[in-house]
């Protein structure tokens, strides 16, 4: 279990809300990516994800590069670089689903851009748990129709 500050929660809300906001010009004009009310949380729970990968690497004085947290586009680069690996952080909260997700367009995107998907399960307001998988298993993964897109789905007790 990883631990990170409770405060990550507010500031991400801020960035969250900031990024939902660059972001709704976009949503204009592709409605395919509105998530509707959930947007702010999503937004919020990614930027937590990213918050608390920077912490960790920085507590254990790992060098990276990181992408930008809010940016007037979509950036189609990694979150994260460490050691020429190129990473994905796809942040969720525990619930009783125990999938781990990844949107099955984003992943086809993904190729030959991202190396590694970090997970980061968020236990409660101060822990967490890492999974990680290579980019080329969540190919292998199943999929199946989310609420608003398609998505690759495992089992998160198959990563542990």
């Not at 990516?33 to 920085?58: A, Q, S, W």
């Not at 254990?60 to 947290?69: G, P, S, T, Y």
């Not at 942040?91 to 590694?116: F, T």
Request: with cysteine.
């Amino acid at each position: 279990m990883i631990n990170f500050p409770k405060s990550f929660w507010a500031i991400a809300e801020q960035i969250g809300q900031a990024r939902s906001v660059v972001n709704q010009k976009i949503l204009e004009n592709n409605p395919r990516f509105d998530r509707g009310e959930k947007n702010n949380h999503v937004d919020t729970i990614g930027i937590l994800g990213e918050l608390i990968v920077m912490d960790y690497l920085t507590r254990k004085d790992q060098k990276f590069e990181m992408a930008k947290l809010l940016d007037f586009y979509p950036s189609k680069n990694p979150d994260f670089v460490i050691r020429k690996k190129r990473i994905d952080v796809k942040a969720s909260k525990r619930s009783h689903y125990k999938d781990l997700l990844v949107n099955e367009e984003a992943h086809k995107k993904g190729a030959g851009k991202i190396d590694l998907y970090w997970f980061v399960e968020i236990i409660d307001q101060e822990s967490c748990n890492f999974y990680f998988t290579d980019y080329n298993n969540v190919s292998g993964w199943d999929c199946k129709l989310m609420k608003y897109t398609r998505a690759y789905y495992r089992n998160i007790n198959d990563l542990k």
